[in-house]
């Protein structure tokens, strides 16, 4: 199993729907996971951390399944400006850094 | 704050070439990390300092990749010679404690073409 996987999309969902995606992750003894939303041509800002069973911002909720090893995002009611790319990221790649998924593409259509 | 800086925004370069990609971390944070995004590989970590030292170097792809952070408010991404295949957009991103417990900041990043 790769280290960080996601399902690259598209997701295409029309405006008010609530959309959610997955993120599975190989290592088991990692304690925290992070969403990155990255507009197209611009830099990986963050969205959510998860440390526990869950985080919930708003209309935003992310959900960890340790057993399953993936975390969730889940938007509601979303809106043209959720269109996107969320990457998931979970430590690795050295003591302090962070592996990245390579993104699910998000588009919310009128 | 002005946030990570980095510089140029765009560069293109000839095969063969050196290039020079320049970043100051938001000032304060101790961790400077160099991410490499493309399409088919996504965002990869290639190198990381705590406090101006370089911790870990195991993303660096090959001899012709090398990093420097002379000071707290200075790093440099070097690649010599260039070659097609380091296209791609490098990201610069700092963080007061490393990212496992607090948010990093990217940088705009610098999208790389090597003809």
């Known amino acids: 199993r790769k280290e960080v996987e996601q399902d690259p999309g598209p997701f295409n969902v029309p405006e008010g729907a609530t959309v959610a995606f997955n993120c599975t992750y190989s290592?088991?003894?990692?304690?925290?996971f992070f969403w990155y939303r990255q507009d197209c041509r611009k830099e990986p800002k963050l969205l959510m951390s998860?440390?526990?069973s869950g985080n919930e911002d708003g209309r935003f909720t992310a959900q960890l399944n340790r057993a399953s090893q993936y975390i969730s995002l889940l938007i509601r009611d979303s809106k043209l400006s959720d269109s996107a790319t969320y990457l998931c990221?979970?430590?690795?790649?050295?003591?302090?850094?962070?592996?990245f998924g390579k993104g699910t593409h998000l588009i919310i259509q009128p | 704050d002005a946030g990570v800086i980095q510089s140029p925004r765009h560069e293109v370069t000839e095969m063969g070439q050196e290039v020079t990609l320049r970043c100051k971390p938001i000032?304060?944070?101790?961790?400077l990390f160099w991410y490499r995004q493309t399409m088919m590989r996504g965002l990869e970590l290639l190198i990381y300092?705590?406090?101006?030292?370089?911790?870990?170097d195991s993303g660096m792809p090959e001899d012709r990749f090398s990093a420097k952070m002379p000071n707290a408010s200075f790093s440099t991404l070097k690649i010599q010679p260039s070659e097609p295949r380091d296209s791609a957009v490098y990201f610069c991103?700092?963080?007061?404690?490393?990212?496992?417990?607090?948010?990093?900041?990217f940088g705009q990043g610098t999208r790389l073409t090597v003809v």
């Open positions: 300092f705590n406090n101006n030292v370089p911790i870990d």
């Open positions: 991103a700092s963080t007061r404690t490393g990212f496992m417990n607090t948010e990093a900041f």
């Open positions: 990221a979970v430590p690795g790649g050295g003591a302090d850094g962070l592996t």
């Open positions: 998860v440390y526990s």
């Open positions: 290592n088991s003894a990692s304690q925290s």
């Open positions: 000032s304060g944070h101790d961790y």
